[in-house]
């Protein structure tokens, strides 16, 4: 146990099986899909984390009373694959300097980079209680520090006050400004990316097949199957080997298949290419694509347009399409700050990383102001992001 406030206690999980999913839950991690009980479950009983992986369970949960107050999707990290916000330079300027920087105590959803909470808590003060307790934690067992990645901009603030490093990174996300259609969306545009993105459509739409986007029932094994082959080719290709295992899918299809979409583009019978989505409360985060053949702009239609329509069919605030892709922008999706945490158990690292990251957010910034100059956005219309 570890204490971190008045009659506030912490401990430490090696499996999320050790909670009940009603109390993990019940802290706010459902507003999520990415924090809820069963997709963290479907990631350890799948075999995608765990033993091997380099992602290894150590949950956190805070108890007042006895009682469940908060939680943290916590893990030690033996590398630093599979979190999109990079510090192998810091790992090896540990290193040069004589220090072990791996294992790390990392609070994130694996593989997975979408904004959502890490500190899952209503009350701030038990918020402020997990992150005293990762440092404690990470001093303690001797690691090199304690990361949050994908946090709110709320616990961003949080983690600052408690001493932990800010770091800012970007995004591309289309927001949804009370569209009734796509054309909706494509009047706010120039004339020029309006038209440029209605001749792509076309063009994509005339592949040969048609396009299908599926949800809850409509998802049959078949469509996963597919899916994985998909999959298989895209992760292969971008990281070597795919970090989901095919059991993970299978669980995906038991346990989660309302919060999926999955949009396929099917020819001859059968599907040529795929792009998932998970359905959150108020967005639709796109994730992972793939394609058995290729088709000029298929790719744009799948993970990007239709995206957006079925945002706006099912009024949802915004769509996040993962990680990079300036390619993004043309297509209405704008910058948007990200936000992660950083603690160094060692003062000199610590003020290093420091330095380096207060140039970092403000190199962002400008990035940032320089793309939102070039959206597709009409100069009368909206363009922030």
């Known amino acids: 146990m570890f204490p971190a406030m008045s009659e506030l206690a912490v401990s430490v999980l090696p499996a999320i099986s050790g909670i009940h999913a009603a109390e993990w839950d019940g802290c706010g991690a459902g507003a999520n899909p990415f924090t809820t009980h069963r997709f963290l479950s479907a990631l350890e009983q ?9 992602w290894h369970p150590s949950h956190l949960v805070a108890r007042l009373d006895g009682q469940v107050a908060g939680v943290a999707p916590c893990y030690l990290k033996t590398d630093s694959q599979g979190e ?23 609070c994130a959803v694996p593989f997975t980079p979408v904004t959502g909470p890490r500190l899952i808590a209503p009350d701030p003060a038990v918020r402020r209680g997990l992150l005293a307790a990762m440092a404690q934690i990470a001093r303690q067992s001797g690691l ?3 990361h949050v990645t994908f946090c709110t901009e709320n616990e961003a603030g949080l983690g600052e006050d408690a001493g932990f490093l800010p ?36 063009r994509a739409q005339a592949f040969g097949g048609s396009i299908r986007s599926l949800t809850g029932d409509q998802i049959l094994p078949e469509h996963w199957d597919a899916f994985w082959t998909f999959y298989q080719d895209t992760g292969g290709r971008k990281w070597g080997r795919p ?3 095919r059991a993970f899918f299978e669980i995906l299809h038991h346990t989660m298949r309302d919060d999926c979409l999955l949009v396929l583009a099917e020819r001859d019978g059968r599907p040529v290419a795929g792009a998932l989505n998970l359905i959150g409360r108020d967005a639709l985060y796109g994730r992972y694509w793939g394609c058995t053949q290729d088709h000029p702009f298929l790719h744009f239609e799948l ?5 957006i329509d079925w945002a706006i069919a099912h009024g949802l605030s915004r769509v996040e399409a993962g990680a990079q892709g300036e390619h993004k922008l043309a297509r209405g999706y704008m910058p948007a700050r990200t936000h992660s945490l950083h603690w160094l158990a060692e003062p000199g ?9 207060d140039r970092e957010r403000e190199a962002v910034g400008e ?19």
């Open 46 to 54: 799948s075999g995608s984390v765990g033993e091997g992986t380099g």
């Open 84 to 106: 999109y916000i990079f510090d192998h330079g810091w790992a090896q300027a540990y290193a040069r300097a004589g220090g072990r920087y791996y294992p790390k105590l990392q």
């Open 144 to 146: 090199s520090g304690a």
């Open 167 to 202: 770091r800012a990174s970007e995004q591309f996300h289309w927001l949804n400004r009370g569209y009734a259609t796509f054309d909706d969306f494509l009047a706010q545009l120039s004339s020029r990316k309006r038209k440029a993105i209605r001749k792509e459509r076309e």
């Open 243 to 245: 970090y989901l295992t």
């Open 303 to 307: 993970c990007y347009h239709q995206a």
């Open 349 to 357: 690292f610590h003020n290093a990383v420091a330095d380096y990251l």
């Open 367 to 385: 990035e940032m102001a320089i793309l939102a100059e070039l959206g597709p956005f009409r100069r009368s219309g909206l363009r922030d992001a």
